[in-house]
């Protein structure tokens, strides 16, 4: 199982599958091979939908993201 956190507060965001996972690796920026976090906003989240990211990892995004202009999301493996 996969899942993600809200970075700052530390608070479980929701499990994703692999191929979310993997989206998320291959449309967001990261620092390093082993970079874990990305910063989410409206904009990347467009980014993600129109990638063909599914309904559950896009709610699950625009939940975290709420009002908030962005946020910082990791990912961990159970």
């Given at each position: 199982m996969?899942?993600?956190?809200?970075?700052?507060?530390?608070?479980?965001?929701?499990?994703?599958?692999?191929?979310?996972?993997?989206?998320?690796?291959?449309?967001?920026?990261?620092?390093?091979?082993?970079?874990?976090?990305?910063?989410?906003?409206?904009?990347?989240?467009?980014?993600?939908?129109?990638?063909?990211?599914?309904?559950d990892?896009?709610?699950?995004?625009?939940?975290?993201?709420?009002?908030?202009?962005?946020?910082?999301?990791?990912?961990?493996?159970?």
């Amino acid at each position: 199982m996969i899942r993600l956190f809200n970075k700052e507060t530390g608070a479980v965001l929701g499990s994703v599958s692999e191929g979310d996972l993997q989206l998320l690796v291959d449309q967001l920026e990261e620092e390093d091979s082993a970079d874990t976090d990305y910063y989410v906003c409206a904009d990347a989240i467009d980014l993600l939908e129109s990638n063909g990211a599914g309904a559950d990892l896009l709610n699950l995004l625009r939940r975290a993201l709420g009002d908030a202009e962005g946020i910082d999301v990791s990912w961990k493996r159970d």
